[in-house]
């Protein structure tokens, strides 16, 4: 071993070891998905209360056979970019289908959420420029903010007031501003305050972005946060996913025609990534059917999860994600433990991804999973804590 490959080794290691001493170390575990709320690990099978699969059109039998349909006539990739020979006709159905569904003028798909976000701050803004972005914003809006080079500043988890302030400190010293958030907060589960956002973005002319990764397809009738509101909240700048409610893979950004053409030219995360394969543009292109034909489907999961957060005397949800905090990486990681024992699967989220002391078991529901299996669920978490409380 070379002296730089052996120093690396030893960067590796120590970082490893101080992850260990923190309890902040993942690993990856093989996981076999047999249906939406199903898994088996090490011959065990669990029931999943964790996974983004809102719908259970993943495992949706339309949605499968539109990505098998769509593999055998057309393959299992695109070959290139969207800008060269990856303009396969079932993403431009999509775009137009998504615009349709969001009440845009056009749609961009990228290949995931997370290029998404990488790509539209950083092709709006720049070094004279200002973003600002709740603090509690998906890890991948953070990243496009600090790519972009404008001046970032960060605003408490739904402070409009301080919002304000920072916009009006620093909004007449920047070129354009924009305003960064989440429509449903993928940890918390809650919404961000859509009509006093926007309110602000028309006062202090800043554009807002709004990421509803975790809004599509569960609330505001199947058509995300925006719609939870009355009159709709619609952002000029609608991003989100197509791998969680959704059931397949991708991301997009819903606006207006001049945007979106701006963007095919400029988002290095489109113009230099090659495109989704047809099996994934096709089994959106499903699930889309299914979210707008359903609206019972779509109500479901915020049943459960309210269902589950009344039996444990929690504050009712208005999305279908539920943390239960519980401060230390050691007591989530214990609790998550304790529940694989009872049969269900609920990863410890653990800082960064949460902040610091709020480390926490994130629930989230699905429209396959039964009742009777979320009221065991509670009656299981429900002893678990009365024995860590007892224990303490």
Known sequence: ?????????????????????????????????RD??????????LINVCSNDYLGLAHHPKVIEAARAATAEWGAGSGASRLVTGGHPLLFQ?????????????????????????????????????????????????????????????????????????????RGEARHAMILTDGVFSMDGDFAPLPEILALGEEFDAWTLVDDAHGIGVVGGGRGSAHAFAPPAAAPLQMGTLSKAMGSYGGYLCASERVCELLRSRARPLVFTTALPPASAAAALAALDLIAADPALCERPLDLAQRFAGKLGLSRPVSPVVPVILGSETAALAASAALEAEGFLVTAIRPPTVPPGTARLR?????????????????????????TEAAE
């Open 36 to 45: 939406a709320v199903h898994v088996e690990r090490d011959g065990r099978s």
């Open 363 to 387: 629930f989230t529901f699905s429209a396959a999973h039964e009742a009777a299996d979320i009221d065991r669920l509670a009656a299981a978490l429900k002893s678990i804590l009365q024995q």
């Open 94 to 170: 999509l775009e137009r289908r998504l615009a349709a569904f969001k009440g845009t003028e056009d749609c961009i798909v990228f290949g995931s959420g997370y290029l998404a976000n990488l790509a539209i701050t950083p092709a709006l803004a720049g070094p004279d420029d200002l973003v600002v972005i709740d603090s509690l914003a998906h890890a991948c809006l953070h990243a496009g903010a600090r790519l972009s080079r404008a001046r970032v500043e960060v605003f408490r988890h739904n402070d409009m007031g301080q919002l304000r302030s920072l916009l009006a400190e620093h």
């Open 1 to 33: 071993m070379t002296s730089a490959a052996a120093s690396l080794e030893r960067f590796a290691a120590d970082k490893l070891s101080a992850l260990d001493r923190k309890s902040l170390r993942r690993r990856t575990v093989e996981t076999r998905h």
